[in-house]
């Protein structure tokens, strides 16, 4: 298996995206993945020579022009070609590689993703669907970010995706789906979550729960939580900053040691860099989106 590597996406990269390839070949010493390392060869070399890093299964491809945060997302592919983002979703659509990992730009990556590469069939919009820790066994949020604007037949093909998601990669043949919700009562919410519950409930029968109130969203029995991208991305982050700040109050304020085994399972469970990154759902091609803030 080929895997293209954006180095230079994300707020610890270059360090943290060649450390993370670098444990991986260090822990498995037969590796059946080649890397492709994408981005400044002069930046990823020197580091390399830092390191004194040297590895069989790596390869440097160049990519110079650096993607700001004043960059327009659906023009980076444009603009932009020899960028990280761009040349590593190149080498995916060329199938010289067989997936692409970024911690980079989510809305360069989906629209070069969506430019060069396309949606799957009857896919309108493609979707982020991270996985949630919770008391019961977790579940995936979706959409977390992908998309801004969407209507009810969007949020059905959110939870479409989802499932065959999680009945391909957890063997969950009937997942149950929850639509996010200020209230468990079908007629409450704004008009997109009103017009999506009765197609849930007409398309997924007795695997949709109805709606979950954010409150209760940590220790519902779900398997999919369903919602457009504006809310499910500050969903998504409201939890990382309470759990932040509470790990972070403890350590403070309190005498409980930080490397208790309590502690350190709480920490972990909720810890993003635990669970990997999330896929472009919806894209004709394996697209993984790290966390920014990733760290390896």
Request: aromatic share 8%; glycine share 8%.
């Amino acid at each position: 298996m080929k895997i293209a590597i954006d180095v230079m996406g994300g707020d610890n990269s270059p360090a943290a995206n060649i450390d993370g390839v670098f444990e991986y070949l260090e822990d498995i010493k037969n590796s059946p993945i080649d890397f492709f390392l994408v981005g400044n060869e002069l930046i990823i070399k020197e580091y390399l020579e830092k390191k004194k890093k040297s590895f069989n299964h790596i390869t440097i491809l160049n990519a110079e022009q650096e993607i700001s945060v004043n960059d327009k997302p659906s023009r980076v592919f444009k603009l932009k070609p020899n960028s990280s983002i761009v040349k590593s979703i190149q080498l995916l659509k060329d199938k010289n590689v067989d997936a692409v990992i970024s911690s980079g730009n989510t809305g360069a990556l989906l629209s070069t993703s969506l430019f060069l590469i396309g949606k799957i069939k009857s896919i309108n919009r493609p979707a982020l669907a991270p996985y949630i820790p919770s008391v019961n066994k977790g579940f995936i949020l979706c959409d977390a970010g992908a998309n801004v604007d969407t209507k009810p037949e969007h949020l059905i093909q959110f939870a479409i995706m989802s499932r065959c998601y999680l009945q391909n990669m957890e063997n969950i043949n009937d997942p149950k789906i929850g639509l996010l919700n200020i209230g468990k009562e079908s007629n409450k919410g704004n008009e997109l979550v009103k017009q999506t519950y009765p197609l849930l409930k007409d398309k997924f029968k007795n695997s949709f729960i109805g709606n979950i109130e954010p409150r209760y969203i940590l220790n519902e029995d779900v398997d999919i939580v369903v919602c457009d991208g504006f809310t499910g991305n500050i969903t998504l982050k409201l939890t990382e900053g309470i759990f932040n700040n509470i790990y972070s109050w403890i350590s403070k304020d309190t005498d409980i040691s930080l490397n208790t085994s309590l502690l350190r399972n709480i920490k972990n469970n909720f810890d993003y860099e635990q669970h990997g990154g999330t896929p472009l759902l919806g894209i004709k091609g394996i697209v993984i989106k790290c966390h920014g803030s990733s760290t390896k």
